[in-house]
């Protein structure tokens, strides 16, 4: 069967990278270009999606466009040692943290629109 690829999002703890890879049996893999995806089988990669994290906020984020990121998606905001975190399953959290980083794009003018 052919292998599927998912990225890792950004601010993810390493335990939780590897809870991923030990409960989903998917593979770290690192291309050339230094990025880090998890490799699996698609139904696999699937489950992982709706696996519940917590992932550190990128920085930049107003907390008008954090607060619009938690109405609009399905997760939560909480506070950890390391700062303010999402939690909810990880598709959501991509989406929410994908939101953010097209809402400073465009607050910074470098949207394409």
Do not use: C
Not at 4 to 20: E, R
Not at 72 to 94: C, R
């Amino acid at each position: 069967m052919a292998k599927h690829t998912m990225k890792i999002i950004s601010g993810m703890q390493p335990t939780q990278v590897q809870t991923l890879i030990d409960t989903y049996s998917l593979q770290m893999v690192q291309t050339k270009e230094g990025l880090i995806y998890l490799e699996g089988e698609l139904e696999d990669l699937r489950h992982a999606t709706k696996h519940v994290v917590d992932v550190t906020l990128p920085p930049g984020p107003t907390v008008t466009e954090i607060k619009n990121a938690v109405d609009k998606y399905d997760i939560a905001l909480k506070q950890s040692d390391d700062g303010p975190v999402f939690h909810g399953s990880l598709y959501e959290i991509n989406e929410a943290i994908n939101y953010l980083v097209d809402q400073m794009s465009e607050r910074l003018g470098l949207s394409d629109d």
